[in-house]
T-cell receptor, first 114, second 111 residues
Framework: NAGVTQTPKFQVLKTGQSMTLQCAQD?????MSWYRQDPGMGLRLIHY???????DQGEVPNGYNVSRSTTEDFPLRLLSAAPSQTSVYFC?????????????FGPGTRLTVT | AQRVTQPEKLLSVFKGAPVELKCNYS??????LFWYVQYSRQRLQLLLR??SRESIKGFTADLNKGETSFHLKKPFAQEEDSAMYYC?????????????FGTGTRLQVFP
């Protein structure tokens, strides 16, 4: 199993550009989520999904969209990038909701918005 | 409000010294607490969870509901323990695996 994969690893955008961060998992996990990691702020939840076709907002959803058309994929879209979105983005998945299940993280995408 | 507090940004110790990384939480229900670790240039991974009551790599953590704490401890630190450590809380009240993370503590173990 590849686990949780993310592409790209690095990305530089100009203000106003749009892009999609890709996330895929091959463990048949129901739950997937996106976090951003910023110095001194830890990881903050952006959006999450409890299954295909179901998504919901996390702590910091503004400026980001998600969709979950398949169990495997959970892309994160930046519609109009802003410098405040410069961060490291992590995707995670876990087997089931409502339990003490380990979350598996991807390697991260480092995004810089100029 | 649900919150996880890690008061120390950086903890520096010498090899062989005891380590305690502090974590306090605020949660109205019955929380599940975790410690995640991120070694240099590696992805975040689960270190341990309170429900398992296990010791991983010599680390232990006990949930103290009275003090709302979940401190991570190791009696003798090793250089390979140097990493970023995150305490996290899972809000089961909402029947999801939403994790709320603390701001993290960087542990530096000097030779």
């Amino acid at each position: 199993n590849a686990g949780v994969t993310q592409t790209p690893k690095f990305q530089v955008l100009k203000t106003g550009q749009s892009m999609t961060l890709q996330c895929a998992q091959d463990m048949n996990h129901e739950y997937m989520s996106w976090y951003r990691q910023d110095p001194g702020m830890g990881l903050r939840l952006i959006h999450y999904s409890v299954g295909a076709g179901i998504t919901d907002q996390g702590e910091v959803p503004n400026g980001y969209n998600v969709s979950r058309s398949t169990t495997e994929d959970f892309p994160l879209r930046l519609l109009s990038a802003a410098p405040s979105q410069t961060s490291v983005y992590f995707c995670a998945s876990s087997y089931q909701t409502g339990g003490s299940y380990e979350q598996y993280f991807g390697p991260g995408t480092r995004l810089t918005v100029t | 409000a649900q919150r996880v507090t890690q008061p120390e940004k950086l903890l520096s110790v010498f090899k062989g010294a005891p380590v305690e990384l502090k974590c306090n939480y605020s949660y109205s229900g019955s929380p599940e607490l975790f410690w995640y670790v991120q070694y240099s240039r590696q992805r975040l991974q689960l270190l341990l969870r309170h429900i398992s009551r296990e010791s991983i790599k010599g680390f232990t953590a006990d949930l103290n509901k009275g003090e709302t704490s979940f401190h991570l401890k190791k009696p003798f630190a090793q250089e390979e323990d140097s990493a970023m450590y995150y305490c996290a809380l899972s809000g089961r009240t909402y029947n999801t695996d939403k994790l709320i993370f603390g701001t993290g503590t960087r542990l530096q173990v000097f030779p």
